[in-house]
């Protein structure tokens, strides 16, 4: 290997980990504060110890930073999702999904983004794996063939997304925490779900 690749190979991981260290700093941020505060990228910059001119270098904008996040946290949370869905019935797939605490940071995220502007935001990350799931789903008999998948993944991720968002507003409203909320609103979502085997209503 040549000097001039070693260095190349250096600059490349070195970039890679101070992205990283950007992107982690961001989450924390918003974790501690809370989506409507924003971002602060000059406490974003200071926390991961490099100049705020490296975020607009490797992001160009606090959005773009923004959208590595979200990308990456949910990544993250669909790969621990993964393997413990696996084999699970749509009814529990859905609940065990509903439930995931793990889901929450990044329906805050995204909706960060929207309120922000951002006309580009994805609300559906794997949309088209979600429907082959659901076609699946009506081939093993637990979902009606008359059913619109469409429009049922449309449905289950605005119910997922919304709930997490205001799951502890609504808790207080009510008077109970957010355990107590989830295990009823679940109980819920289970009647729903399960009444999918069934053709749909004339």
């Not at 290997?1 to 990283?20: D, F, G, L, P, V």
């Not at 501690?32 to 160009?60: M, P, Q, S």
């Not at 009606?144 to 289950?156: G, I, T």
Request: aromatic share 4%.
């Amino acid at each position: 290997m040549t000097a001039r690749t070693k260095a190349r190979a250096k600059t490349k991981r070195s970039r890679a980990e101070t992205e990283r260290r950007l992107i982690d700093v961001a989450l924390d941020l918003i974790r501690r504060n809370g989506v409507l505060a924003g971002l602060n990228l000059r406490e974003v910059a200071d926390g991961a110890g490099v100049n705020r001119g490296n975020i607009y270098h490797y992001f160009g904008s606090r959005r773009e930073l923004l959208r590595a996040a979200i990308n990456r946290r949910f990544e993250a949370v669909v790969d621990s999702l993964v393997d413990d869905l696996r084999g699970a019935s749509f009814v529990e797939r859905r609940l065990r999904t509903f439930r995931s605490p793990n889901e929450i940071q990044d329906s805050h995220l995204r909706a960060l983004l929207v309120i922000d502007g951002d006309e580009t935001v994805d609300p559906m990350p794997r949309y088209e794996g979600a429907l082959s799931l659901l076609r699946q789903d009506v081939i093993d008999g637990d979902i009606d063939r008359a059913h619109d998948l469409e429009a049922l993944q449309v449905a289950l991720t605005a119910l997922r997304r919304g709930y997490r968002l205001f799951r502890e507003p609504c808790a207080n409203r009510i008077g109970t925490d957010v355990d107590d909320l989830d295990e009823r609103v679940a109980a819920i979502v289970r009647a729903w779900l399960e009444a999918m085997a069934a053709p749909p209503a004339a």
